[in-house]
């Protein structure tokens, strides 16, 4: 993955939060949020670092375009993406960290 982007979204043990984020490095980013390198950030505090949700663009443009879509959805709609995905909601960093 050299080029281009993904959008993703992170939650919690509970599910009681959810962030969702877009990067060009879907792999390092997830590294970096399940080590809490940036302590004060909103995930180290919500602890969200079960990565749920995820599409990857050939345009980062097109990544970021995606992730304001979503972030100005409902919680609902968010939820229904992730159920399409992943419907019991485990922890698809395995399935991303050797890209």
Known sequence: MKYGGSVYILTN???????????????????????????NSFTARYNCDILVWYEWFSRIEDAIAREKQIKSGSRERKEDL??????????????????
């Open 13 to 39: 043990f509970y599910h009681t939060v959810l962030y969702t984020g877009v990067t060009a490095d879907l792999p390092k980013r997830i590294y970096q949020h399940k080590r809490r390198e940036f302590k």
């Open 82 to 99: 992730i159920h399409e995905m992943n419907p019991y909601w485990n922890d698809l960093w395995e399935e991303v960290k050797d890209w």
